[in-house]
């Protein structure tokens, strides 16, 4: 199942100089790491019909953008050049094919304060590498947050700490940058343990509803074994693995859940989420608190599934405990003070006929 596979975002430089060959390592990438998507920054005066071909045929995960003119040292930095020169020249090169990305590298050589300028002027994004260095070129007088598509923050603004790559929002961390030198001569298996051991941040980890029912949450992968109330459901029942990785979810929910699973088999479950939730993921268990309401008695059959069991404050609490779980809030204002809307059904928990715990997993 690939979305138990981590979303890896790369960026990747100097395309064409490997040609084929970059391609065919790429795709032997792919197919390990089905959610692999990669910016590729490609040398605008070496692109011909024949190198775009295999790019585009790759688009849905693979984003070109633009680097520098020719790959000569100082094109983009040379100070004769003014803003409108920058402007022009990289308009040139954005209307040469309507498959470039708005998203811009210049070679390692670096970049000027006409072309920054020039390229914000245009609405392009820059890389991952540039926005962490670009920003000491400007003054407040610049006044270059009057751009909406800038990456380029001063230092103490909270956005600096974000890039836009491929349509996701990540934090510096979760980008793994390959340059075509360095590609080659790592192998695969050290890319791998690279990018699992230092690239993935949690804003890449999953987020899990697990027993959505029809209370679907964006942003999180919501599992259910009945998939026909929404297409947006991926099938997950009770006493089956989660088909995620280990320590790959920031986030996992179950909300009057625990009452479809058998009382005896909640510690193999609650161990399979513990197994998937990071070292610094939270999980969320809210239940009806059977000491002041039971909805339905157990052997109860109802639209929603077999009611296997009830439970309480008291009791789950010790059952977390054994399965490696630590509660770590047990307010409910404070619970959903911190997920708001992921909490659902909050008027029960006013009236303790429900109650919530924010857990974490220890060792």
């Not at 032997?28 to 990669?38: H, Q, R, S, T, V």
């Not at 040139?92 to 708005?102: A, D, I, Q, Y």
């Not at 026909?228 to 929910?253: C, F, H, M, Q």
């Not at 006929?353 to 220890?362: A, W």
């Amino acid at each position: 199942m690939n979305f138990g596979q981590p979303t890896i975002i790369a960026e990747m430089d100097d395309y064409p100089v490997e040609g084929s060959r970059s391609i065919e390592k790429l795709d032997e990438y792919k197919k390990k790491f089905p959610n692999f998507k990669l910016t590729i920054f490609a040398i605008p005066s070496l692109m011909t019909k024949e190198l775009w071909t295999p790019l585009l045929d790759r688009k849905d995960w693979i984003h070109i953008g633009i680097h520098g003119f020719k790959h000569k040292k100082g094109e983009c930095r040379r100070l004769r050049i003014g803003r409108d020169e920058y402007r022009s020249k990289l308009q040139k090169v954005v209307n040469s094919n309507p498959n470039w990305g708005n998203i811009i590298k210049p070679p390692f050589y670096g970049a000027g304060k006409n072309y920054i300028l020039a390229a914000l002027d245009l609405g392009l994004d820059f890389s991952l590498r540039d926005v962490y260095k670009f920003y000491s070129k400007f003054t407040k007088e610049d006044d270059i947050s009057s751009y909406n598509s800038s990456k380029v923050f001063f230092k103490n603004d909270d956005r600096f700490n974000k890039v836009i790559l491929f349509g996701h929002t990540c934090k510096k961390q979760s980008i793994h940058r390959v340059g075509v030198k360095k590609w080659w001569r790592q192998s695969m298996e050290k890319i791998d343990n690279f990018v699992y051991t230092e690239d993935v941040s949690e804003s890449v980890f999953y987020k899990l509803n697990i027993g959505c029912g029809d209370q679907i949450v964006d942003g999180f992968e919501n599992l259910d074994p009945r998939t026909e109330l929404d297409p947006r459901i991926k099938k997950w029942e009770w006493g089956t693995p989660l088909p995620y990785l280990n320590d790959s979810v920031s986030v996992a929910g179950i909300q009057h859940v625990l009452m479809y699973c058998d009382k005896a088999l909640y510690h193999p479950n609650l161990l399979e989420i513990r197994r998937v939730l990071s070292p610094a993921g939270r999980f969320i268990v809210k239940e009806d608190n059977n000491l002041k309401h039971i909805w339905r008695k157990e052997g109860t059959k109802h639209n929603t599934g077999t009611i296997r069991s009830n439970t309480n404050r008291q009791e789950l609490e010790q059952i977390l405990n054994k399965a490696g779980f630590e509660v770590v809030e047990r307010d409910h204002h404070k619970v959903i003070e911190k997920y708001g809307s992921f909490i659902n059904r909050q008027h029960k928990l006013d009236r303790d006929i429900c109650f919530v715990f924010e857990c974490k997993k220890v060792s």
